[in-house]
């Protein structure tokens, strides 16, 4: 069973880097076709798509982060990572890595993780 | 970017229940349409996936259906677990993006 985990500070000042890890376990992250996925999510409000990657591929960025976001894949420790620069307090949300199936009509989101919370206060 | 809104955004109802929601593309997606359940303090979990395709272990009560911009999900006898938040999420094209959600609550 795919089991991912996310990890990092649960709080940044702001104007700082945010930085989340995503530990695959269950499974080789560089096997299969899959996409991993960083998507997050305020309080009480709904589910923002950040970006994902492709193993051997580049990353897709949503246009709305994509001048401070950078995913990338460490598969020697099957991990992949998020960071998000220059953080102001609309950053502060539930941050959770999946991993994205394809089919015929898209791809969709089978495993997340537990999620984790970054607040951006100083 | 592809805006997708649900209705109703919130909703309350009986255990037994048939419930729908919706969900509208702002242009057509064909069957490129996910649901998604999230119960408070919870990751979201899949439903149904291509629009119609119910997701492995998922209970046959739920239901999709819909291409181009109108997909509906139906519950069609609620049970005291299906009280909690719904999701469409559209993987057309990037960003994906999600509905607001659609929160069911007991009545």
């Known amino acids: 069973q795919v089991q991912l985990q996310e990890s990092g500070p649960g709080l940044v000042k702001p104007s700082q880097t945010l930085s989340l890890t995503c530990t695959v376990s269950?499974?080789?992250?560089?096997?299969?076709?899959?996409?991993w996925s960083w998507i997050r999510q305020p309080a009480g409000k709904g589910l923002e798509w950040i970006g994902r990657?492709?193993?051997?591929?580049?990353?897709n960025y949503n246009p709305s982060l994509k001048s401070r976001v950078t995913i990338s894949v460490d598969t020697s420790k099957n991990q992949f990572s998020l960071k998000l620069s220059s953080v102001t307090a609309a950053d502060t949300a539930v941050y959770y890595c999946?991993?994205?199936?394809?089919?015929?009509?898209?791809?969709?989101?089978?495993?997340w993780g537990q999620g984790t919370l970054v607040t951006v206060s100083s | 970017d592809i805006q997708m809104t649900q209705s109703p955004s919130s909703l309350s109802a009986s255990v037994g229940d048939r419930v729908t929601i919706t969900c509208r593309a702002s242009?057509?997606?064909?069957?490129?349409l996910n649901w998604y359940q999230q119960k408070p303090g919870k990751a979201p979990k899949l439903l149904i996936y291509?629009?119609?395709s119910l997701q492995s272990g998922v209970p046959s009560r739920f239901s999709g259906s819909g291409s181009g911009t109108d997909f509906t999900l139906t519950i069609s006898s609620l049970q005291p677990e299906d009280f909690a938040t719904y999701h469409c999420?559209?993987?057309?094209?990037?960003?994906?993006?999600f509905g607001q959600g659609t929160r069911l609550e007991i009545k």
């Open positions: 999946a991993r994205s199936e394809w089919g015929e009509y898209g791809d969709y989101d089978v495993y």
């Open positions: 269950g499974g080789s992250i560089s096997s299969g076709s899959y996409y």
């Open positions: 990657i492709y193993t051997s591929g580049s990353p």
């Open positions: 242009q057509s997606i064909s069957s490129y």
């Open positions: 291509a629009a119609s």
């Open positions: 999420h559209q993987s057309y094209s990037t960003p994906i993006t």
